[in-house]
């Protein structure tokens, strides 16, 4: 049953209401008047993407029902549901299914939807072969949807409730914004996030360029739209003020509520303005329109609302014994109540707010039941639901069959190449009190494994954490967990903790196949302080030991790759010949994304030593490869190593605003965003240089490829911003240990200071150096020796730089660094041997 308030008054006497006739459909439309015409004028001249958003109840989906009215061409249309199964695409895939009959001549790559859409096998192309690569498989996919969409167009594609979207769809959308389909415009519905939270959709437009999305935020109505609705709805030619400012204070202008405000005071009569008999609050308004039913369709209400927005009634009751006239009746007075309405496709909810006020109406114990008897319903679907069926008996206190079918649900969406959506599902079960031990282990090392590539990372850390600290934990699986771990953590941007963690995890790895590219990991020497090179190279042997023993391809490859990249930063010519028999293997070409990765790897390893033509093609082989796989987390890789080529090349026209652009498009990728800030704090303070050069008249070595960036304009503010930023990345490269976004923010602190506070400059030179040497490429130091050379020479003592210039010339001795060298060569003219 419904708990309610049983009084009939709520205020005492007075006559009975005259209730006038009941209002059909929904309120009519006021307001929004700026916000219709902007997307009007948005979808009218397409391609565009339009994210809507607001609170729940808002106005949003009222709003898009309004411009869809007044657009021409055809309209795709989609729902995401509260509870979906694992579907990658699914409503992607249900908005074309109910627009097949439009679909004319697709692109071959369409054919990838065939298996997904068999009913639309007659006009889809033949299923190309699978792909070995799940990354590579399921950015096919996109371009399929892509493609059928393009076929669809000139349209709108409408797609509500993107907050209960799956991650492929989120991850389409973000492709979608940044390569757009002619004559397509989509529009986008979203609850807006919760302060310092996020969702899906959110962070997939959070990476796209900031021109590729339009985001029109929703707010409450204000007092001029609340008195035009209530003079509409109310039929008064001028409702008192005191009737508008009482509703948007118990409303809080928030349309939907308003809007069944106003419904009951229509139907109800009587004096609006009297506060004791007329109710205000939502959920007041339902318990009104509660009253007259009787306990059996409160009862079928109540458990509606436990089934969902849209309830089916064939479950609804078999859940409660009860056979179908019975529960159709019920449902059939509850919309006559005005609590549900008919949506098309039979009676549901008319807001999940309205459904949620009559859930919470039911009593918790009642709750519970109802969840586990819908749950036993669903239990003889074929196929089983299992992501509802997990929903259900979670909230049902089931914790073992919560378990079992998010586990069903994890490996369905894994299987299916979701592995964010398995990461959700898998980190619910581990919330779980009574989980064994063993069970618990086994979930963690698949979260593990889905949130690797996932966007789960930073709630799965602490579990896998807690679960590292129990000391009972079996070796192999401290071994699987601890290097998943380190894995995220790197990706999270803490370079030590993560290295850390895969050198604890190491010993316990026991399989040569999964040890060698974990020690593959270890060898990469641009990562972390307090390792010496020597160290890598040692890492670097014991994986191809590993590799061989394992006999495994992957392995091998890893191997290979990581001895190139560790060759690379040493200078050694041999790198080369590595890259280009691996770059010519089968190995690599079926691994597109590994393959991508180490292009972009190589050709930042290429400008750490000075050849920017090599690492122009690595970068236009990586760039073509993750936009072959549509690999989202290499794109910031790419923009990143791409300005950094454009620094070191001399390009500096809107470096600065590109770099800017780009550090604020991957917050949410740690691991690329720390080396961004730190070339975007390099460009600042070469900026800042040449700014100072050209207002003095000037001159100062560093600021090669930097003329034309100068002018008397720039002085003290660029030099305090250009610092200040540096100083930032200084103090994070430091907490997470990270070497290289280390030494080049201390390298360029060193030369912005060199000028006017050359002790300070000495300073952090000296300090870059000493880092370096920690990690024994010589080669790295460069630009931080030839500060120390000028600041000596230019305080007379060239002599007092001589040690820092020798160590640089002997560590660099027999060294393919032309970088390097020609720093050197400017230290022997300041400082001779």
């Not at 054919?111 to 399921?138: K, N, S, W, Y």
């Not at 009860?322 to 008319?350: E, I, K, N, P």
Request: hydrophobic share 45%.
């Amino acid at each position: 049953m419904i708990d309610g308030d049983d009084d009939k008054t709520r205020g005492g006497g007075g006559p009975t209401p005259v209730r006038p006739e009941r209002l059909r459909g929904p309120v009519e439309f006021v307001g929004r008047t700026a916000e219709l015409a902007q997307l009007r004028r948005l979808a009218e001249a397409p391609p565009c993407l339009i994210l809507l958003e607001g609170e729940p109840g808002i106005g949003k989906s009222r709003l898009v029902a309004e411009l869809l009215t007044g657009l021409p061409g055809h309209h795709v249309v989609g729902e995401c549901d509260d509870v979906p199964e694992p579907f990658p695409l699914g409503v992607l895939l249900d908005a074309i299914r109910g627009s097949a009959d439009r679909l004319g001549a697709v692109s071959p790559v369409a054919g990838a939807l065939a298996p997904l859409l068999p009913e639309l096998a007659d006009v889809l192309p033949a299923a190309p072969p699978p792909l070995t690569d799940p990354a590579a498989e399921r950015h096919r996919l996109i371009r399929a949807v892509a493609s059928v969409l393009a076929a669809l167009s000139p349209a709108t594609l409408l797609l509500e409730d993107l907050h209960w979207a799956d991650p492929a769809t989120c991850e389409f959308l973000g492709y979608l914004a940044t390569h757009p389909v002619d004559g397509l415009a989509v529009v986008l519905t979203a609850r807006t996030a919760a302060p310092g939270g996020s969702t899906p959709i959110h962070d997939a437009l959070a990476r796209t360029p900031p021109w590729s999305v339009t985001r029109v935020p929703l707010g409450p109505l204000d007092a001029d739209d609340v008195r035009r609705l209530a003079a509409r709805t109310l039929r008064l030619d001028d409702p008192p003020q005191q009737l508008t400012a009482t509703l948007l204070d118990r409303t809080a202008g928030i349309p939907f509520v308003v809007e069944e405000v106003l419904r009951t005071l229509a139907e109800r009569g009587g004096d609006p303005l009297a506060d004791d008999s007329v109710p205000f609050v939502l959920r007041d308004v339902l318990l009104w329109r509660l009253r007259p039913l009787d306990e059996g369709t409160r009862e079928v209400l109540g458990a509606a609302a436990v089934l969902g927005m849209a309830p089916d009634q064939r479950i609804l009751a078999s859940a409660l014994n009860l056979d179908r006239v019975t529960v159709g009746s019920a449902m059939t007075a509850a919309h006559r109540a005005g609590l549900l309405h008919d949506g098309g496709d039979g009676l549901r909810f008319r807001h999940d707010l309205a459904r949620q006020v009559v859930y919470d109406l039911v009593p918790r114990p009642n709750r519970e039941w109802l969840h586990l008897r819908v749950a036993r319903v669903l239990e003889q679907e074929l196929p089983r639901p299992v992501a509802q069926l997990a929903h259900h008996y979670r909230l049902a206190g089931s914790g073992a069959d919560f378990v079992r079918n998010a586990e069903a649900a994890a490996d369905l969406a894994t299987e299916r190449g979701d592995d964010a959506t398995a990461a959700s599902f898998l980190l619910q079960t581990m919330d779980v009190a009574e989980l064994p031990r063993p069970v618990r282990v086994r979930l963690a090392a698949k979260l593990g494994r889905s949130a690797i590539d996932g966007l789960s990372q930073a709630e799965a850390i602490p579990v896998l954490e807690r679960l590292l600290a129990d000391r009972r934990l079996p070796p192999g699986a401290r071994g699987e967990l601890g290097l998943v771990l380190g894995r995220m953590l790197r990706q999270q941007g803490e370079a030590l903790r993560g290295y850390t963690e895969i050198e604890r995890a190491v010993p316990y790895l026991r399989a040569p196949r999964r040890k060698a590219p974990a020690l593959a990991v270890l060898a990469a020497p641009d990562t972390v302080v307090g390792r010496h090179v020597d160290d890598h190279l040692a890492r670097c042997t014991e994986a191809e030991s590993a590799a061989t023993a394992s006999g495994d391809p992957a392995a091998h490859l890893a191997a290979r790759i990581a001895r190139a990249s560790l060759l690379l930063e040493l200078g050694d010519p041999a790198a080369w010949s590595i890259i280009t028999e691996l770059r010519a293997s089968a190995e690599l070409a079926d691994r597109p994304r590994e393959h991508a990765r180490a292009c972009l790897n190589w050709a930042q390893g290429a400008l750490h030593a000075g050849h920017p033509e090599q690492a122009e093609t690595l970068l236009a082989a990586g760039r073509a490869l993750v936009d072959e796989t549509g690999y989202e987390r290499l794109t910031a890789l790419v923009e990143a190593t791409e300005l950094s080529l454009s620094r070191a090349a001399g390009r500096f026209d809107g470096l600065a605003e590109r770099l800017t652009r780009l550090v604020t498009t991957a917050e949410r990728m740690p691991v690329t965003l720390l080396d961004a800030r730190a070339e975007l704090a390099t460009v600042l303070a070469l900026t800042a240089i040449a700014g100072r050069a050209g207002s003095t008249g000037g001159h100062d070595s560093s600021t090669q490829g930097c003329a034309g960036l100068g002018d008397s304009g720039r002085g003290r503010d660029e030099v305090e911003s250009a610092e200040r930023a540096l100083r930032e990345v200084v103090a994070d490269a430091r907490r997470v240990g990270a070497v290289w976004p280390l030494v080049q923010a201390l390298s360029a602190l060193a030369r912005l200071t060199v000028v006017g506070r050359p002790d300070e400059a000495v300073r952090h030179a000296t300090e870059a150096l000493s880092v370096v040497r920690g990690k024994g490429i010589l080669a790295w130091a460069a630009d931080a020796v030839l500060v120390l050379a000028e600041a000596a020479a230019a305080a007379g003592e060239p002599a007092r730089a001589a040690a820092a210039v020798a160590e640089l010339e002997a560590g660099i001795a027999g060294r393919d660094t032309p970088l390097a060298r020609a720093a050197l060569g400017r230290c022997r003219d300041l400082v001779p041997a």
